[in-house]
């Protein structure tokens, strides 16, 4: 695809064999990857259209040999690309042919769970359902659910600020972590928060959760493990229009009622997943909502009902409530497995991560089916509804010449869209490499050099994951910040931008 | 009392009258107040005990105003002290000998309420009840409330990262504010948030709530209004001892119950709020929990019997639930009105902020009574029982000698030991002066450092509230960050530390 990375440095391309050595000397046996055939496997992440090989795959263990790989980097000027489970939907862990790819993946233990407390500590490369698998003998569970989330690393997790369909109810990962410990590019360990309610100083814990790779690298999460609710029940709901489903969101939001999870699905969707999974979705809607309500069974069974009252207001075909916990897992598993079962009617689909306040859904939707005849391209739309999180899967070709283009400039234009209605272009899938581009579409140069000052207080050199997030990264010294007088400030190696 | 501030710069001091009058042209009208009877009003906030008039006093109107007296004290070097209400308990409004004391009190105004996306834009100067105040004919209200809402600014709110007596379930201010204006000391003015989800780029946002006015100045808030639960009531349960009433609340948490407010009250607080506001608190009891369940009625009854069914359990002596919002409200003013209260038992009070761990909350009660007796004076103790934000009030009488500075390291004492058990120092109250020597007691060096080098992505010169929250601000090139080469980095002016 046509992104600009930065030029790779020749004087790191040239010492490559000094640099596997000593690499090799810091993280011995089989912690350093520099054959080609067995770095193959991380040439890119979940945004497979991309496609680089690292200088050199380092697989540390301990947080010292992190902080001595860092450090090492940092000394060398060489680039660091983190990368956890590789499951990134905006290719932030796209390798840097002149950069170290550091892979966080044997930190895999528990370390720690306190239930009294509720809460659990864990090493960055845990799956995300690893950790509910570690804490559900007790009845518990880690609430934000990616539906990558058999495979998704926690360390990532915090990186992107991944959400799920439970995240309506639940929060974000910001909204779940407590604690981390993180490596400076200068190799310094720092522990942010803890166990215990907000805490004094800046919230660099909220500033790293999301920073995507570029401020540090995450080696320990304490997390907020939650007990699983009494009772749990899903409602599929059907309706001839998504314009009246979006109201049915929109009424049920508004009576107070805050479900575990709403989700949306147009009817390309629908039987995409039908198709694939048979969940029991009805085939003659144009949308489907998906409602989940949990809690104590006697507001669940109030809920249920205050939901389906409202559907049936605005005009719902068909309402079907989960009567099993398996029937339940059913609903979801068509959602969970929609991007798949999309995969199976198109040979290629390019996935969208857009957030609008809910209430300009019907502007956006008809706007989409403009896009649609305008580009050529089908698209298959799966909302996050109840948090006005879009996620619109563009159906082409790659074998087809320009249609691949054709689906980049749709999914732009679907951002833009988003941005145009007062929204934003991502809800948690992060920018990466995909919408690096587009952040001047949503800031202006003054937001764009202030997010960059502070990635200036982290890693001036630029060292961290380059290429990603910010379409140009000015000189630190150029931003303002220094002020100088009788003298002059120079670097000895000019930076990579 | 004894925290040294830094030095007042005689250049500043000796230049007043031009200062005025650049001041008075940026701010015509009343805008600027300068002469010291009118003065004395700003001369301390809700740390009573610290008292400084300031430079001067400017009461822009306009964001236009704000950033030209930014960028005028940014050009000239002078010291600038932003304030919402001055209610803060921490001295993050006291004024500075040689700095300008920037007033938002004129930033009224409401400007949008949007009940479809559930949110209200206003400018920094609303009170906190004032937001309530403004959407609650729709059923609507703003959910974080400290005990000082009906005075303090939403903008002192975020500033502080205020919280409640309903943030157990609720949220802090962070997890309520979508979205801020502010300027920086250098007059650029950024917005960041809004109606929608998550954001791209680094969360400057959940950076920037908290900050204690060292990064920048708020000018409009946009927050999340909540509809009004249907129903809401509330329990007041009388234990023998403290650890029972602690138990209690484990207990109730984890039954995965998580009320709209669960605070706890021992009983000096009892007896002094019962005297003072007749709230029908039972005064044969050691502690007293206040748990308020909120949601649809059928939820409440189920919950209620739960709470009354597990205190029961735990050994309480009586538990009294409210039969109507009347009563409801008693309960909960016998809580607001703890600190005036305990003020009329004892001539001085010094009231505490620590967090902990909130199954740690037995050992830290046995070691405060180890410090009442250590220190010679007596505690009165208020919590935020459900997440573990401790507010012991330390009862003395500033006019016997040495009693001032023995409440003093009493508190301090109080926080180390919070620290000791995995707490932090603040949960709500921030760090200002109050808590600005014992930084040190809760992060390394490195960790400190690191936070300043935050700092100084927003404010190289530190002019944006000094002498608050650090207890040593390192000059921005001294922290690592600049690579000088063949050259010489130099202070036109040297900074203030």
Known sequence: MAVLMPKPSAAVLGRRAAIVSALKAIVPGEGVVDAANEMR????DGLTAYRQMPLVVVLPETVDQVAAVLRYCHAERIPVVPRGS?????GGALPLEDGVLLVLSRFNRVLDIDFDNRCAVVQPGVTNLGITRAVEHRGFYYAPDPSSQIACSIGGNVAENSGGVHSLKYGLTANNVLGIEFVTIEGEVIRLGGKHLDSEGYDLLGLM????????VVTEVTVRILQAPETARAVLIGFPS???AGAAVAAIIAE????????????????AAEDFVHAGYPRDVEALLIVELDGPKAEVDHLLAAVERISHTHGCASAKVSQSDEERAAFWAG???AFPAVGRISPDYYCMDGTIPRKELPKVLAGMKDLSVKHGLRVANVFHAGDGNLHPLILYDANKPGELESAEEFGNDILRLCVAVGGVLTGEHGVGVEKR???????????LKHQQRVKCAFDSEHLLNPGKVFPLLHRCAELGRMHVHKGQVAFPDLPRF
Chains 1, 2 share one sequence.
């Open 86 to 90: 590789g499951t990134s939907l905006s």
């Open 41 to 44: 496997v991380f040439e890119s």
């Open 209 to 216: 959760t999301g920073s995507e790779g570029l401020l540090g």
């Open 335 to 337: 959602r969970k497995a």
């Open 256 to 271: 107070g009622i805050i479900p575990g999870g709403m989700e949306m699905m147009d009817r390309p969707a629908i039987h």
């Open 242 to 244: 998504s314009e009246q």
């Open 437 to 447: 581009d587009l952040m001047p579409e949503m800031f202006s140069d003054d937001d």
